[in-house]
């Protein structure tokens, strides 16, 4: 099935990124209202402060992959398209990461590695070296940075009807 996928990119001062964009508060209350909440090691709570995560990085590299829903049958169709790029998109950020001494990626969304995740068990993370955290995971209010960066808004599915668009939202922290 052919589809669009659009890059968009930008770099970004964590400075600027905590001024205007840090509010754990709000993204807190998205997570816990999520069905996922808590479920993969990526997702809050977190033992250690996303602000001081934040603050150990001076620059962060914003990567958006727009992808079409054009030709999706279906809203289960749209998310398995979504999924599979996912897999793709959070791949080369580890891969740009390993080519970035001192970085550290950032995953479109939770951590999808493993079937089920460890922590439902109460067990540590199996693979701490795949799994890594999302923008609103620690704090950020990543549709308004899209929005204010490139311009156009992040789509969700009522759960019946396919919007026109995901995006893939994560990127490098340098
Ligand atoms: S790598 Fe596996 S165990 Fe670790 S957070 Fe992801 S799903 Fe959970």
Redesign the pocket.
Known sequence: MTYQKQRFEARIATEELIEKYFDPAVTLAKCRACRGFAS???CPDFDFDPLDFWKGFSRFHLIVDRISNEGAASVAAAKDRLLAEKSLYDAEMLALEKERPGSCALAAQE????T????LAGKP????E??RYALESLGMLAVNLVKDQFGFDVLWSDGKSVPAYYLLVGGILE
Do not use: E, G, I, Y
Request: proline fraction near 6%; aromatic fraction near 6%; include cysteine.
């Open positions: 993969t090691w990526s951590c999808a590695h493993c089920k995740c460890a922590r993370c199996l693979h701490p795949q799994m």
